[in-house]
DNA sequence: AAATGCTTCAACCGCAGCTCT
DNA sequence: AAGAGCTGCGGTTGAAGCATT
């Protein structure tokens, strides 16, 4: 369900990653950070530029990243959320730990966003019904209509000073307690409890050392889940 | 079984905004 | 203050997989 991979006129590679990139991205990160995603190509040995290695360590491999299945709890973020914000992905992502701007976005274009304009809808209620929510099914039990969908009994009510973030997950103390050492990784995989494992050795000749081989890669930090079905790296 | 249409999602692109000099 | 460089965001696209005919 990707491009196939190719290279535009600068010799810049597109399209699908491959393992291998992913391994090599993953190690460099591992070991060096992303203070400079236009450089980390250059050093990571990687044929791409550097937001596309932005993108795929941002969208898919960064440690402690949801996958699949979204609950209806988050559903009912996403749609509340959009309500109040409209298309501020990001700003919604914040409020959903593990799930990323790119990925609610596609979860909103393709689930979510028919239930908006559509509203006592029967098609609707089943697809709901269908996606196994049973607040609504409860909800519709008791005759209430869609629209109302958002209001459940175990959902969160939003107000403007309502966050959805846990605070207490290990992603956040770990931010808190993170220091500048660690050269600000970046906002949110930085804080995964994970990376608190790590001796990221960063040095002061970092971005002039040149790319570190595939070797470097630590395998006891991660493996490769079933590549392909499962693209996941379990950290 | 084959053809067609639809859905999903990874990845791309362009632009806005931030930081640094 | 202005310009360059970089990052992050949101919209869009392409193609695999699935469903339907």
Redesign the pocket.
Known sequence: ?????YF?KNGT?????CEEEDKKLIAYVQNHG???????PKFAGLQ?????C???W???LRPNLK??NYTPKEEQIITDLHKK??????????SLPGR????I???W???LK?FQNSNNNSSCDEDLKSNGCKEFEMEMNEGHSVESHHILESSVSITSETSYTDHNSPCLSFCSSHTESTMNL??EEESVASWETLDLGFSSNFWTEPFISENALDEDYFHISSYGTE?FYLW
């Open positions: 369900m990707v491009r196939a991979p535009d590679k597109k399209g699908a990653w992303h203070p400079n995603w236009r450089q980390l791409r530029c550097g937001k596309s932005r993108l795929r941002m969208n898919y996958r699949g914000h409209g298309n501020k992905w990001s700003l919604i992502a914040e990323t701007d790119n990925e976005k596609n979860y274009h393709s689930h028919k970046c906002k693209p």
